[in-house]
């Protein structure tokens, strides 16, 4: 008698000689897949962005997440060269990951700088240094400012002034990093392009201006603070982030959104660097050119932790074709008004940058005695 | 005879006591010694230098906000003490002098439950119930009461310290005054003490070391802690637990925060230290 649960010795071996000759397959195929150490902000080395690029490339990646540009200098300077295949950083740190020569040089002619959705994105500062090429940008998000819809209106959003209504008082919140609100108060006291750029009385003005702010706000959050305070509605107001979190939000149908208002906006950028010493150049090299394909665009603008803006005019056709709801909601179409490219372009957004006058310490410092206050 | 008896290296006992020092020297001493040399380092380009270098004492001992927030979590951790411990004394007396046998030990099992799912899943599920919009606020509002606000408050810190100590306490009081002889509480009714006055004349006297034990517990627990106040106290003002988050974030200043650490670790071994030795007076 024979059967599947009871199989004849002849079967057995069989089986046996089958499975022992499929063997040596099966490991050599899990001993080829390579891994690359990413060192990023969280969401970029998950499943929903990289799932299938690993698939058809027979690649893994480790991510080490990390939150915040000081944050990431210092992991990469407490590694070994060579531990982080690929470096995902905010644009104002890439001249300092340079500097300390923890990336290598690209080469422009590998990627599609010609297709980028705004001039500027072709050299953007401090991605290129004596005319060699050192990280790429993939994508980017606007700051301004965030609102509960219920709480206030658009009228009222577009300008930060409406932080401080009377209404709002303890339901103003802060997404606990200096440099964002900081930035934002630079914006209100009017400094414009020169957010960053600020003397001694303008530093002085914006601290005062930001300590009026103080009674208003009902707490410093991290990023799942953020996120929950204005789910819950424990926060009407934010200060500091912009569509990265409320689109998340808005996508599930909660009544917050983002805007740009008229004092101006800040873009965070990220790029993407290939790190020095690494042995996996090549594979990193196809990945970011992935991530800058139509098809890796459309996922950055997806990516289930954080959503923001694509860079190329493929991958913007792109998302439009594909989800035309999230291109209408995050502004991505021809014609919009709140376009995030039109915004840069009239000069309604400034990039992301460090004090130039004062030190990283020196505006932390003062956050700190903020935050106390 | 007796004398080279004592002198004879005690193998057994030493066998006992190697693995708690080897491990109290590996995972406090050893980490302890290096935190105060990391005080006394340097930082430079987001790197940390050796360096004997008094800078960082300096800067964040002479800035105002840090006694602020030393003073704060003092207070908070004072506060969050005191409070625990009056919530479960209650329940501790229940549990030892009047609850079954069987009821008290299903009792101190769901007081342990609590800590098999994490503290800081607690504490989100604590931002659910006390937010305007939450399960309380919903409650009150049906009695046209409301809607106050919790969250983001010393009043949601709080909770988060009694979520993270309350069930400890309980625990801790309730052995302590199962060890109360029992005999001695009918002798004080018998000579006609009342009932409250031999709570503190009789079982709290005796039970003084748990419920020192306790409190001092809740007094680190809540010293330390970081979760509460940031996700329930939104952070504002900051303790000094938020104070080594943000020194160290900013520029990886982990020498300042090396100090920051080594204060509380100070003031944390000079109360328990008190406390132990208060609980231990009278034995003495």
New interface residues.
């Given amino acids: 008698m024979s059967s599947i649960l009871v199989p004849t010795r002849r079967a057995l071996l069989k089986a046996t000689a089958a499975s022992a000759l499929a063997m040596p397959f099966v490991s050599r195929a899990w001993a080829a897949v390579t891994e690359i150490n990413m060192l990023a902000w969280y969401g970029h080395g998950e499943p929903d962005v990289v799932g299938e690029f690993e698939a058809a490339n027979n690649v893994k990646f480790k991510p080490k997440y990390y939150a915040g540009g000081d944050n990431m200098l210092a992991l990469i300077a407490q590694s070994p060269p060579g531990t982080y295949d690929v470096i995902l950083s905010d644009a104002e740190f890439v001249q300092q990951l340079n500097a300390a020569g923890y990336i290598e040089e690209l080469n422009a002619a590998d990627y599609p700088f010609d297709d980028m959705v705004h001039e500027d994105f072709k050299k953007f500062p401090g991605h290129w240094k004596d005319g060699k090429l050192y990280s790429v940008m993939v994508r980017f998000g606007l700051l301004g400012v965030s609102y509960n819809t219920k709480a206030v209106s658009d009228a009222e959003a577009e300008s930060y002034k409406c932080f401080w209504k009377p209404e709002l008082k303890g339901k103003v919140g802060h997404f606990d990093w200096h440099l964002p609100n900081l930035g934002q108060i630079s914006l209100f006291n009017g400094n414009g392009k020169n957010l960053w750029n600020l003397d001694k009385g303008q530093w002085d003005k914006v601290k005062a201006t930001a300590k009026t702010l103080r009674p208003q706000v009902g707490g410093f959050f991290d990023y799942g603070g953020t996120f929950n305070g204005l789910k819950t509605g424990e926060m009407l107001a934010m200060a500091g982030i912009g569509d990265w979190i409320t689109g998340v939000l808005e996508r599930d149908g909660a009544p917050v959104k983002s805007v740009i208002p008229k004092e101006g906006g800040v873009q965070f950028t990220e790029s993407y660097s290939i790190g020095k010493g690494s042995s996996k150049a090549a594979i990193v090299k196809k990945f970011i050119q992935y991530m800058l394909s139509p098809e890796g665009q459309v996922k950055s603008a997806n990516m289930a932790a954080y959503p923001a803006n694509i860079v190329t005019n493929k991958g913007r056709k792109a998302l439009q074709d594909k989800d035309p709801k999230e291109a209408k909601r995050s502004n991505q179409v021809d014609g919009a008004a709140l376009d995030p490219v039109k915004l840069i372009k009239d000069g309604r957004v400034h990039y992301r940058d460090i004090p130039k006058q004062q030190s990283l310490e020196d505006w932390n410092d003062f956050w700190q005695e903020y935050k106390s206050a | 005879m007796s004398g080279q008896k004592a002198r004879r290296t005690d193998w057994y006992a030493l066998s006992w006591r190697v693995p708690l020092i080897v491990w109290q020297g590996l995972f406090f001493v050893g980490p302890l010694l290096f935190m105060i040399a990391m005080s006394f380092f340097i930082v430079k380009?987001?790197?940390m230098e050796a360096a004997f270098d008094w800078g960082n004492w300096i800067k964040t001992l002479g800035?105002p906000?840090f006694w602020?927030?030393y003073f704060l979590t003092l207070r908070l951790a004072f506060g969050a003490t005191i409070l625990t411990t009056l919530f479960a004394f209650p329940a501790s007396f229940f549990l030892s002098f009047h609850a079954s046998e069987t009821f008290r030990r299903w009792a101190v099992f769901f007081l342990i439950i609590p800590f098999f799912t994490s503290y800081l899943v607690r504490i989100?599920a604590w931002?659910?119930i006390l937010?305007?919009?939450?399960v309380i606020n919903a409650g009150l509002s049906l009695f046209g009461l409301g809607p106050y606000?919790m969250?983001?408050t010393m009043f949601g810190t709080m909770i988060g310290y009694l979520t993270l100590c309350l069930p400890l306490a309980v625990i801790l009081q309730t052995f302590a005054l199962n060890g109360v002889d029992r005999r001695l509480v009918e002798a004080a009714h018998n000579l006609g003490c009342g009932k409250f006055h031999t709570i503190f004349a009789v079982i709290l006297p005796l039970a003084k070391t748990g419920f020192v034990v306790a409190a001092v517990f809740c007094f680190i627990l809540s010293f330390g802690d970081f979760v509460a106040p940031?996700?329930l106290?939104?952070?504002?003002?900051?303790t000094l637990s938020i104070?080594i988050i943000?020194?160290s974030?900013?520029?990886?200043?982990w020498p300042r925060a090396a100090v920051v650490a080594l204060m509380m670790i100070v003031t944390l071994m000079g109360v328990a230290f008190s406390a132990i030795a208060y609980a231990y007076r009278r034995r003495r």
């Fill in positions: 380009n987001y790197r800035r906000i602020d927030s989100f931002q659910v937010a305007q919009q939450g606000t969250l983001n940031y996700y106290g939104g952070s504002k003002p900051p104070m943000d020194t974030k900013s520029g990886q200043q």
